[in-house]
């Protein structure tokens, strides 16, 4: 499985961005999708997941102000609706896919969120 995490750039606070991280390879296989974030200096935290089942769990960070979802038109499309973007949620957002026991990333996308 590979991923293509997209989407990221430079926002205002209070501003919106979509991030998107597109699955290639044995995507049927796939048990859930999650986004990850380190800001610099600090370890990799997670965002968000989204299971097969469409189940979603969020970090108490970001709840309330990002969703994840799948995309109803790429099937193999896992999207993250940044919203209410604060300073803090400054940092570069990866994608991870978990298939049984075994897990992929995808390469990261930078978000930066300006005053």
């Known amino acids: 499985v590979q991923l293509q995490a997209s989407g990221g750039g430079l926002v205002q606070a209070g501003g919106s961005l979509r991030l998107s991280c597109a699955a290639s390879?044995?995507?049927?296989?796939?048990?859930?999708v999650g986004w990850f974030r380190q800001a610099p200096g600090k370890q990799r935290e997670w965002v968000a997941t989204?299971?097969?089942?469409?189940?979603?769990?969020y970090a108490d960070s970001v709840k309330g102000r990002f969703t994840i979802s799948r995309d109803n038109a790429a099937k193999n499309t896992v999207n993250l609706q940044l919203s209410s973007l604060k300073l803090e949620d400054t940092a570069v957002y990866y994608c991870?896919?978990?298939?049984?026991?075994?897990?992929?990333w995808g390469q990261g996308t930078q978000v930066t969120v300006s005053s």
């Open positions: 991870r896919a978990w298939i049984v026991v075994k897990d992929y």
């Open positions: 390879g044995s995507i049927d296989s796939i048990s859930a």
């Open positions: 989204i299971t097969n089942a469409g189940s979603t769990t």
